[in-house]
């Protein structure tokens, strides 16, 4: 008989354990199938784009994008598109004065792991709406509930390299009343959540952006926003602004819809839809049993990266406060042209081959001594549609000589400054909250 | 002789006057032709779209719109396609401790008077990136100069119903220097520029947009950003926030390009593309010639509204400060599905004939007492691609006895949150706005 782990208001390391033990117990098979067994999923000859015979859940486009940012001013992809807003929702409770947050080890059969740390409800509109005549997921109420306790309530982007125009609603909330859960649940504090990102893929995505919201350095969580400028941040939010919309009118982003059949460079065979280098990422067909009791099994496609990718934040004390490298990046999927970055970001790229000096602030990050290095771990992206993919998450601290000048489409801001940005749609990009999640403090220093 | 008007530092009536002057002594030639006439400008038979042979300036194309906002869910129109962002700024210089700004007497086809108070610049980015090799716009420099002393400098959308996607950098900026300038310009204060709003078609819109960015309330007018709740708000920036979060989730917005040949319900004679039932709006050929010494003379399509249209806030005094109604509003053009509108906004229906009740809060703006009324002015839109578009402009205060509960997709805001989400883009739409730049005083008071 498995050990059972009583695990409310648990050390950190049973935490693990629990997540460890629901990984060793529970059965996922993933086998990679070709194209033609996949179930009620095809490429429309017409529209050249692969879906569910639904139509819902997501469907696999291809995008010709032109723009004036960065080395290359044209190309096609495949991208997904997953037009609806799903909830990533976080349940929070006061015990003894000290807020707890319900976490779910959650199975995703992209993980490496399968099982990682997810909010306590992930809902698609799909989901919550009940079109599929599914059940209705756990908590979801307390989410659509009209009184509320709101701590954090956000639409918030996801990859813009590999979605197009996806986001999700990223919420917290506060109950006062009791709450009955399961053994896939467990209550945990915001510097637990934080101590688990320290590993590799234990915390998932969804998580990780969720998470990000929450300024740390205001008990109530909530932004900082001031137009003029404090004596120790380097520009005013007013500065940021105009140097934000500079970067919007340089930069153009024309995206259209065409055939997955007519991608140039990309290859479709009854295995995957693949870059004809091998590069970038591929589309390719799961099949995935998951259960011990209960037993479910489906087919689906899923992203499959060519390598790692890393993103990494430089930061340095100026003034006494520390500010962040923050790019302007223009991604395909992206809303509004460009979204701010981390400082280094190369999620798709092999960045060992671009790395001589091309992609800034790269061999920076890459030859950072240990003592630079405030976190360096390995995170994953959502398992739900990427198959194992995990992108190495640095932040770094600059040396003290480390220019301030910057190229025209990076900028310093300090941690509160971003977390103004953060509460308004599509400006923090989910590369840079997920390096932001794993902050446990950030004023004059950063841990 | 045409009698001189000394005009620094001069009173509203004399600006008045000199508006007046400006529009007896320049001659402007607009005349509708057919379309076999336009020069440079085709209707491309594969693309179908209406364009310049040049690929510039801007084009009108099909478009077809799905949505579940409103009563109307799929509809098809021609909307023009401007993607360029321009600069819309204004000079402002102290004299004596009082902020004046430099504003320009400047002819456009297509309004009603044809001069109107205009911003110091008014340049597309073809016009500042000399792709047509014309002279550099005045002033240019100034607002291109990486070392401007920025008062505001900010993206904002203009019409959703008309324009697909289109923005303009709104700026204001502040010299120390000595300004040279001719009889087209003249220095007027904020308050002078607010009296010329309450006369009909003075104040072009978009002078209008910029003035709205500033916040009166404050001296510096920079908004005030708070994340919890004030004592007297009805709601805090994060319910606000929480509420819009909640119309994008709600209402979706699906946009695609189609071939003006393929509109349904629209048809294309020689003479204009117009509604089969002369419904909301035809695009036009003109052929315009300005000047007096110096003659220019061109053709270009222009949009004619089937009639005026209304736009109008409903405002309270709640807990001593004055609360907006807002609506969460979808139109065509809008990049991010919904932005924030006047209470009543019907630019291009006939609201006379839907004034049955359905739309909410017209008749109660329609019916106001005198009393009610802060503001009701007719306002024109840009003269550069309407002809001779008004729509009135109203503000009105409810009575004692008015509810505080709306429709789901309304909400109360007060004039400094307004001002939060002025500064991110694509928040508060034009139409809003042109109402705002009228306010002269928004706390227990409005005026």
Redesign the interface.
Known sequence: MAPTITKSFISTDKIIEWLKFKNDNVIVMIEKIPFSKIDKWTIDKLSGSLHHESGKFFSIEGIRIYTNWGGIRSWEQPIINQ?E?GILGIITKEFNGVLYFLMQAKIEPGNINYVQLSPTLQAT?SNYTKVHNGKTPEYLDYFLSKNKN?I????QSEQGARFLQKRN?NIIIKVDNEIEYNDNYCWMTLEQIKDLMRHNNIVNMDTRSVIACLNVNKR?H??L????KQNAELYS???L??WI?DQ??EF?L?VRRISLYKLKNWRITDNKIHHKEKKYFSVIATDVTIGNREVTHWTQPMVESAQDGLNAFVVKSINGVIHFIIQAKVEAGN??IIELAPTVQCLTGNYRETGDGKLPFLNYVLNANTNQKVFDTLQSEEGGRFYREQNRNMIIIAEADFSLKLPSNYIWMTYNQIH?FI?????INIQARSLLAAIKRCDEEIN
């Open positions: 037009p807003i509109k709101t954090i309530d956000q639409l609603r109530d909530s932004p926003n001031r137009y003029s939010l007013s500065d602004l105009s919309a919007k009118i153009s024309d809303l509004d103004t509460i308004f749609n599509n400006y």
